[in-house]
């Protein structure tokens, strides 16, 4: 019984994230402001500085460590140049 029931679950819960899917992509995200991008620039320049902490000022930092932090970081720095030239052009 409960396995008929996990099965069912699996199936709704696909069909309305598949749902959820589509309805995001034909409305799109019409609610983009300048004020919630700069907080979340700010916000990523925090996580960007303790990632650098974690980096350069720990004593034991593991070589896979180093790899994910400067991953990190690199996406961290292609976000943040993405939300400035959102901000950029929603300011125009």
Do not use: C
Not at 47 to 74: N, P, R, Y
């Amino acid at each position: 019984m409960v396995s008929h029931l996990s099965g069912l679950y699996y199936a709704l819960y696909f069909l309305a994230t598949l749902l959820m899917i589509v309805y995001k992509s034909v409305k799109g995200n019409l609610t983009e402001a300048e004020v919630p991008l700069a907080a979340s620039l700010v916000f990523m320049a925090g996580s960007g500085l303790l990632s650098v902490h974690f980096l350069l000022w720990q004593t034991l930092v593991l070589w896979a460590d180093w790899v994910l932090s400067a991953i990190l970081l690199v996406l961290h720095s292609l976000e943040a140049a993405l939300q400035v030239v959102a901000i950029a052009a929603f300011i125009r």
